[in-house]
Structure formats: structure tokens, C-alpha cells
């Protein structure tokens, strides 16, 4: 098992750009997430996904956009990168949000690191 | 304001034990977990305690709940300098089926 995979790792994009960042799992997990990290802040919450077909908003959703068409694939687009959105952004997945708490741990990719001058 | 907080910085020396708080606000909260996040890397999953528990012990780490101060905590024994990363404290809001991290904490192991 590859576990969450996101592409690309860095990128520079230039104000007013868009981009998608692309992130799959295959361990056929329920719930997908996208944070963003910023120094001395944690984890930001973006956007989340319980299941295909179904998103909602986390803590910092403006100027993103998520789909989730397949169990697999989780991509968080940017429509008018803006430097605020200068970041390292973290996907993460995990089985379930209830029950063991072994269902409910979260599985992070390696992160992309996104630079908006 | 957040509902997951930590201190930002702890530096210990090698050998030393480690101890890094974390303090929530959520008393619903079921699962509470441990991170540790490598340079360059993304964050994997330490250990985690159930709420119904106060000690939790794996190796050379030990987990404290303190239920009715809303306070979490992760002890390091015997600080090796691979331990050097940034550890963050999460909590799963059933409430809102969604997990919160803390801002982390910054661990740096002194030689």
C-alpha cells in the first residue's frame, strides 16, 4: 500500500494563478481531509470529506475548493492563489471518525509545499 | 479561540525526560491522540488514550489524562535526539466528527 499520496511536492505560483493539489489514498478509508500548516499555527482544517459525493468546510475554506468523486481522490483546487495561501498543505484520510480508535487514525501524506508570489 | 492549546518550544537535554502538556476544551471529547511530525514529513500517529483512561503507557511513553482539568499530557523518557520533532495533541470532537490539532510543540533534544 502506497498509504496518501499528494502531488506535486513543491510548487511557485505566481498571484491570480489556480492550481489543483492532488491527493489519493488506497487503503479504501471513509474520511479525507485537507489542512494547511502554517508556523506556530498547527493545523488549519480546509475542507473534509466523510464519503464519494460529500464535502463541507473546515476552520479556513475561503479562496479553496475540494471534489470528491471517488473514495480514492481528494484534490483541493486553488482558483486565485493569493500570498495568505502560501503554505505547506497536508492531506490526510482515515476509516472512520467513530469507533475503534484504531478506525479513526488519521494518515497523512508528506505534504506539498506552495510558495504564491 | 483555539480549542486545542500547546506550548510552542521545549528543549531538553539527552537522557532527560521529555513533558509536553496540551489542554482542550471539549469535555465530549472521546479519543485523544499524540502526533509526531519528522522534518519534511507529515505527521504520524504516536499513541492515543480513550477518555474512560488516565495512564497510558508504550515503551518510553507515557500519556496522562486529567479529565476534569481538560489536560493532556505526553511524557518522553530517556530523550534520544531522534526524538527532536515537532509533537501535536488532537482530539476527536465527536460532535463534530472531525479531529483537532493543536499548534504543536517544537521538541529539541540538547546532546
Known amino acids: 500500500n502506497a498509504g496518501v499520496t499528494q502531488t506535486p511536492k513543491f510548487r511557485i505560483l505566481k498571484i491570480g494563478q489556480s492550481m489543483t493539489l492532488q491527493c489519493t489514498q488506497d487503503m479504501n478509508h471513509n474520511y479525507m481531509y485537507w489542512y494547511r500548516q502554517d508556523p506556530g499555527m498547527g493545523l488549519k482544517l480546509i475542507y473534509y470529506s466523510v464519503g464519494a459525493g460529500i464535502t463541507d468546510k473546515g476552520e479556513v475554506p475561503n479562496g479553496y475548493n475540494v471534489s470528491r468523486s471517488t473514495t480514492e481522490d481528494f484534490p483541493l483546487r486553488l482558483e486565485l492563489a493569493a500570498p495568505s495561501q502560501t503554505s505547506v498543505y497536508f492531506c490526510?484520510?482515515?476509516?472512520?471518525?467513530?469507533?475503534?480508535?484504531?478506525?479513526?487514525?488519521?494518515?497523512f501524506g508528506q505534504g506539498t509545499r506552495l510558495t504564491v508570489v | 479561540g483555539e480549542d486545542v492549546e500547546q506550548s510552542l518550544f521545549l528543549s531538553v537535554r539527552e537522557g532527560d525526560s521529555s513533558v509536553i502538556n496540551c489542554t482542550y476544551t471539549?469535555?465530549?471529547?472521546?479519543?485523544l491522540y499524540w502526533y509526531k511530525q519528522e522534518p519534511g514529513a507529515g505527521l504520524q500517529l504516536l499513541t492515543y488514550?480513550?477518555?474512560?483512561?488516565d495512564m497510558k503507557q508504550d515503551q518510553r511513553l507515557t500519556v496522562l489524562l486529567n479529565k476534569k482539568d481538560k489536560h493532556l499530557s505526553l511524557r518522553i523518557a530517556d530523550t534520544q535526539t531522534g526524538d527532536s520533532a515537532i509533537y501535536f495533541c488532537a482530539v476527536l470532537k465527536t460532535s463534530y466528527d472531525k479531529v483537532i490539532f493543536g499548534p504543536g510543540t517544537s521538541l529539541s533534544v540538547i546532546p
Open positions: 490526510a484520510s482515515s476509516y472512520s471518525s467513530t469507533g475503534d480508535a484504531g478506525d479513526t487514525e488519521a494518515f
Open positions: 471539549d469535555s465530549s471529547s472521546t479519543y
Open positions: 488514550i480513550f477518555s474512560n483512561m
